[in-house]
Each structure stands twice: as C-alpha cells, then as structure tokens.
C-alpha cells in the first residue's frame, strides 16, 4: 500500500497539471442574472424579459427568458464556458403592461446589460444584477388651476390668491428649468353681445399665448420627483390674512410671479422665488381672467424665436405664437357649459374644457386620480380637461 502511494506521490507533476487542464477545458459554469424593473414601477423584479449572453471571445450567444424555473425576475443559464461575457436583458411592454406597472398607457422598451462578467473554469460567478432603464413614461401636468379668485366679506371680489399647481406625472425625475407657463389668449365665452372667440382659432398648430413666465435655471438646477409638485402663486403670501373669506395660503407656493412695476403696485414676498417674467400684456399682475382661462406649459430656452403675432384689428400688444409641438400639457376653462365655441386649445391639445359655477365662486379644478403605484398617484391625463378634471368647492394647495 506504501508503495503505491510512494508512487503516485512520484508522478512528474507535469503530467498532473496538463491532466487538469484537459478536464478543466471541459468544466462549465452556471450563470444567474437577476432582471429588475427600472424604479418606481409597480413591480421591482422583471418578468418576461430575454436575457442573452454572449462570449466577446467568439461572439457565440444563448438566450433564456427570465421566470424559468429560478424563480421570477431570474434567468438561469448552464454549461456556461468559462470566457468573458456580455449580459443584455430586453423586455417590451404593452401599453396595457406599462399601464399595469406605471400607470401611464404608452407602449415602451426596456434595456439592460453589464460587459466584462467574467466565468472561470469550474466556478460561477456571482449573479449578475440587471435593472432595466427605457424612455421615462408620462410628463409634467397642470395638477391644480385656481382662478376664479374668491369673495370678501363685504360682497367684493378678491383674485390674488390664483394659483397653478405643476405634478410631475412620470416615472422619472423631471428638470423644470426653463419651463414656462402662460395663459392663452381668448375670451372664455359670451362675455358681452361683441365678444368672439380667439381670431387664433383656426391655427391647429399654433397657441397663442399673452404673458409668459418662466423657471430660471441651467438645466438641472430645479429637479422635481415622480409623484411631486409645485405650486406657483400670483402672490405668494397667506391670503386668508388678507381677505377671511379666501381659504388659500400660498406663502410656502414655490414660486410667484411677481411684476414689477414702477408704482410698486405688485409686492415681491421675499420668502418666495419670482419667476423670470418673459412677457406680459398688461396689468397690475398676471390675473388670469375669473371667466375661465386656457394654461399652457412648455419649455423652451429660446424664447426669443418665437415668433409675436399682432392681433388682427387690435391696438392691444401682440401675442406669442408657441409650436403646438412645444407643449407640454394645457387646461381649458370656459365661462359656462354653452361656451365650447371659445375653445382656444386646438383639439389635439385638450379636447374638452371645464367651467365654473361663477366669477369667486372660490371653486378649483384638480386632476383627477388615475390610480396609485406604490405610494405614487398617477393623474389622469387623456388631453381633455372635462374629463380629467374635477370641480372642488375649496382649493386644495398641495393638497398631496
Ligand atoms: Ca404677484
Ligand atoms: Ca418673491
């Protein structure tokens, strides 16, 4: 017995060592990669998704759907060689899927893949994490829009506590700088026997707008998160400390717009940033009108090749003319149900409109909720203010 293991301690251990690299050559590995959908879907792993690996040596490549028997989100591949590899995941969503797992109804696809994952002879290497990332779904909305201002206890009317609520309604961080709004010009209805709708009516791929206001900033200075807002106020103050009959305080709104005048007839709050005022037709300060105004957002860092169109037969300032392919959502308030014919969004924009009981009536109109992912709210957002839209009795300021 000695003997024979004397002498197999004696084998040259070059002839060990080339017997180990033949089997080595023949020794595979198992490889496991795990498929995460991108954040704040609904679900965090990732189903249906085809994961393939390919040798960079040979360009040979394999493909395996995720939910095989590793268990959801997990692909398994086996007999790997050892070699170095390439890992890529795909996974395309149906507007019904994304609908399901975002909230938003728009087909999108989804990619992933690491390089380098090395596989050594014999040994799996740890598994590959995936998460897949795709164009973000959904965009900024007009969340909130108060502008029928609100009566005084003495019967007056008070209208500096308007206020325009901006959600960021996708799946992604969005930048607002250099977002603008602006309230589109028009009438909201029969306001008297001359009035008529917007000369502009006939321009399908034109707004135009009267005063813009803009978010200063670089490009990534003002980020906004999924499921949040801002608020921006015609004056950012407390007004219930103004007039007791307004329930808005907007002295936390982050933004206003303040106008600057020479009579100092606009107050600056200095707790709240002003927007950049890039053009304004009139006024003590941007009053929407109580009748029912049209809000565009868009975003735009050239502003000054926009074309200004003068109003045909008009001495009043002349008006901005934003590419409908600008714009990122709009509103429609008219004077009253019977005033459709003074619709001043093109169709494509916003088909409907919404109105309210009367001038300070204190009511609001906020977006209704589509449904919620995980503590997401998606508003419903289908281009038409009459049915996205619902009529409150109070405004609700960041209210969620
Ligand atoms: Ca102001
Ligand atoms: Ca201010």
């Given at each position: 017995?000695?003997?024979?293991?004397?002498?197999?301690?004696?084998?040259?251990?070059?002839?060990?060592?080339?017997?180990?690299?033949?089997?080595?050559?023949?020794?595979?590995?198992?490889?496991?990669?795990?498929?995460?959908?991108?954040?704040?879907?609904?679900?965090?792993?990732?189903?249906?998704?085809?994961?393939?690996?390919?040798?960079?040596?040979?360009?040979?490549?394999?493909?395996?759907?995720?939910?095989d028997a590793a268990g959801l989100g997990r692909a398994?591949?086996?007999?790997?060689?050892?070699?170095?590899?390439?890992?890529?995941?795909?996974?395309?969503?149906?507007?019904?899927?994304?609908?399901?797992?975002?909230?938003?109804?728009?087909?999108?696809?989804?990619?992933?893949?690491?390089?380098?994952?090395?596989?050594?002879?014999?040994?799996?290497?740890?598994?590959?994490?995936?998460?897949?990332?795709?164009?973000?779904?959904?965009?900024?909305?007009?969340?909130?829009?108060?502008?029928?201002?609100?009566?005084?206890?003495?019967?007056?009317?008070?209208?500096?506590?308007?206020?325009?609520?901006?959600?960021?309604?996708?799946?992604?961080?969005?930048?607002?700088?250099?977002?603008?709004?602006?309230?589109?010009?028009?009438?909201?209805?029969?306001?008297?026997?001359?009035?008529?709708?917007?000369?502009?009516?006939?321009?399908?791929?034109?707004?135009?707008?009267?005063?813009?206001?803009?978010?200063?900033?670089?490009?990534?200075?003002?980020?906004?998160?999924?499921?949040?807002?801002?608020?921006?106020?015609?004056?950012?103050?407390?007004?219930?400390?103004?007039?007791?009959?307004?329930?808005?305080?907007?002295?936390?709104?982050?933004?206003?717009?303040?106008?600057?005048?020479?009579?100092?007839?606009?107050?600056?709050?200095?707790?709240?940033?002003?927007?950049?005022?890039?053009?304004?037709?009139?006024?003590?300060?941007?009053?929407?009108?109580?009748?029912?105004?049209?809000?565009?957002?868009?975003?735009?860092?050239?502003?000054?090749?926009?074309?200004?169109?003068?109003?045909?037969?008009?001495?009043?300032?002349?008006?901005?003319?934003?590419?409908?392919?600008?714009?990122?959502?709009?509103?429609?308030?008219?004077?009253?149900?019977?005033s459709s014919s003074f619709k001043r969004l093109a169709?494509?924009?916003?088909?409907?409109?919404?109105?309210?009981?009367?001038?300070?009536?204190?009511?609001?109109?906020?977006?209704?909720?589509?449904?919620?992912?995980?503590?997401?709210?998606?508003?419903?957002?289908?281009?038409?203010?009459?049915?996205?839209?619902?009529?409150?009795?109070?405004?609700?300021?960041?209210?969620?």
């Open positions: 017995m000695r003997k024979h293991l004397l002498l197999l301690l004696l084998l040259p251990l070059s002839w060990l060592t080339s017997c180990s690299d033949d089997e080595d050559e023949l020794r595979t590995a198992t490889v496991q990669v795990t498929v995460r959908n991108p954040e704040n879907y609904r679900e965090s792993l990732a189903k249906e998704t085809r994961v393939t690996l390919t040798n960079t040596d040979n360009g040979q490549s394999q493909t395996v759907n995720t939910d398994t591949f086996t007999d790997v060689l050892p070699g170095t590899y390439t890992v890529a995941a795909t996974r395309s969503l149906t507007e019904q899927q994304a609908q399901q797992l975002t909230g938003i109804t728009r087909a999108v696809v989804l990619n992933a893949s690491r390089s380098g994952v090395s596989v050594s002879t014999g040994t799996s290497p740890a598994p590959v994490e995936l998460q897949l990332v795709g164009s973000p779904l959904g965009g900024l909305v007009i969340k909130e829009a108060y502008y029928t201002g609100s009566r005084t206890p003495t019967g007056g009317s008070y209208f500096s506590d308007q206020f325009f609520e901006i959600y960021n309604n996708s799946t992604s961080v969005i930048y607002l700088d250099s977002l603008c709004i602006a309230d589109v010009y028009g009438s909201s209805g029969q306001i008297n026997p001359t009035t008529r709708p917007t000369e502009f009516q006939n321009d399908a791929n034109h707004t135009y707008v009267s005063s813009v206001w803009q978010i200063p900033g670089t490009g990534r200075q003002h980020p906004l998160q999924p499921g949040q807002s801002i608020l921006i106020a015609q004056d950012g103050i407390d007004h219930r400390a103004v007039n007791s009959m307004s329930t808005v305080d907007l002295s936390r709104a982050d933004w206003e717009t303040y106008n600057e005048r020479p009579d100092g007839a606009d107050v600056d709050a200095p707790g709240v940033p002003n927007l950049t005022r890039l053009y304004f037709t009139g006024g003590f300060d941007w009053l929407t009108t109580v009748f029912g105004p049209g809000i565009i957002i868009f975003k735009t860092t050239n502003f000054s090749q926009l074309q200004q169109v003068a109003i045909p037969n008009s001495t009043q300032p002349a008006r901005i003319k934003v590419p409908n392919s600008l714009i990122l959502d709009g509103f429609e308030a008219l004077r009253d149900g019977n169709p494509v924009l916003d088909a409907g409109f919404v109105f309210a009981t009367d001038t300070y009536a204190g009511e609001s109109f906020r977006r209704r909720v589509e449904t919620t992912v995980g503590n997401r709210r998606v508003l419903k957002d289908t281009n038409n203010s009459g049915q996205d839209f619902e009529k409150l009795s109070r405004p609700t300021p960041k209210g969620f």
